[in-house]
């Protein structure tokens, strides 16, 4: 590509006219926003790792009670976009949330859309719409646009879980807002729809819509995606293995903005991921092992090390390698990204 006329070429007194009508010149900032080949990525591979991060949210827990904090949240902020701008990627917000034994979080509604992965802690459950669903190691808990949301603690020790939201994408679409509400009445059973969803390829007839966007199932418990990736790698001794989360009515993503996953590594694998556009996130629900990502300047020369409970992202347009560490056991993670973005744009 040739050289564009810098900046500097043009006469101050013009440029200081340009600036006083509100104009920019496109060919000085020409190849910053669209750069040979390979776009500008913010996103810095990382590891938020949970030890590190463990002890810094049960602090929050003595230092802010509940009425003061309404979520008690420490983010995983990305140094690449700036922390003060609480993204992980362009589109997606990592958050880990605490509550602590009796505590309730208390009702509300927003626009950005949100899936809570459970961490750490049982007892706990969150009501969407009227729905209480438990909340279990590993599971994913969906708060569509809209929907009402409360979580309430009944059990003994703390529960972390990983909040993950398209609230940068919203934020900068000048849409971000919440309302608050009442605590919700309860509407339906516990975990009513996922027991309307539970069995793959069967869907319920009552009352139901065909088609709507937003995945009518609230709740997918780890224990089915486990079973579901060791079934799974008993049919297939090589390759990867993983599955993505659907709308069980229609097999679109969860969300229009981000895509989740699951993916198993067997014992002693190591797994180079197809190439991808989107940056990607990864949680660590079992096993240990490495992440090494090649293609952009913030992956060192070493991998990352990681282990359970862990939150890793990375930038896409990268190579990403990841190796389990065991040699008997398999590892999962589960993965966020903006695949369902990138597909409605065209750039996938
Ligand atoms: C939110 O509603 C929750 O409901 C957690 O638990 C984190 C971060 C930003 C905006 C809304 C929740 C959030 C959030």
Redesign the pocket.
């Known amino acids: 590509m040739h050289e564009l006329g810098k900046l500097e070429d043009l006469p101050q007194g013009y440029r200081d006219d340009l600036t006083a009508t509100n104009l920019v010149p496109l060919w000085p900032s020409m190849r910053a926003v669209l750069p040979p080949r390979i776009p500008t990525r913010h996103t810095q591979v990382l590891n938020w790792s949970y030890e590190s991060v463990r002890p810094l949210l049960l602090q929050a827990g003595e230092l802010t009670p509940m009425e003061k904090a309404e ?1 008690r ?1 420490l983010v995983l902020a990305n140094p690449g976009h700036g922390l003060e701008n609480m993204q992980a990627t362009p589109s997606i ?1 990592l ?1 880990l ?1 605490l509550i602590l034994p009796g505590e309730t ?1 208390p009702n ?1 509604r ?1 626009t ?1 859309n ?1 899936v809570r992965v459970i961490v750490e802690g049982e007892g706990a459950f969150t009501t969407v719409d009227g729905e209480p669903c438990r909340m279990e190691r590993g599971d994913l808990i969906l ?1 569509p646009a809209g929907k009402w ?1 409360e ?1 309430h603690h009944e059990g003994t020790g703390p529960i972390v879980w990983l ?1 993950v ?1 398209d ?1 940068p994408l919203v934020y900068r679409l000048e849409s971000s807002w ?1 309302m608050e509400g009442q605590l919700q009445q309860k509407r339906s059973e516990r975990d009513k729809s996922f027991a309307d969803y539970s069995a793959a390829g069967v869907v319920p007839n009552m009352g139901f819509q065909r088609g709507d966007s937003n995945s009518p199932m609230l709740r997918y418990p780890w224990a089915k995606t486990r079973t579901c990736l060791l079934e799974m790698a008993s049919e297939y001794p090589e390759g990867l293995l993983s599955i993505s989360y659907v709308n069980p009515e229609n097999g679109t993503p969860l969300f229009p903005s981000i895509g989740f996953g699951a993916l198993m590594l067997r014992p002693g694998e190591t797994i180079t991921l197809p190439k991808r556009t989107t940056p990607v996130v990864f949680h660590v629900v079992e096993g240990a092992g490495q992440m090494n990502v090649v293609g952009h300047a913030s992956a060192g020369a070493e991998p990352l090390d990681f282990i359970n409970k862990d939150t890793l992202c990375a930038p896409g347009y990268t190579d990403i390698t990841l190796t389990n560490r065991s040699a008997t056991e398999p590892a999962f993670l589960i993965s966020a990204d903006e695949s369902p973005l990138h597909q409605y744009l065209g750039i996938f």
């Open positions: 979520r949240v917000y958050g949330q979080a509300h927003h950005p949100a708060t949301h979580h909040d939201l609230l919440a």
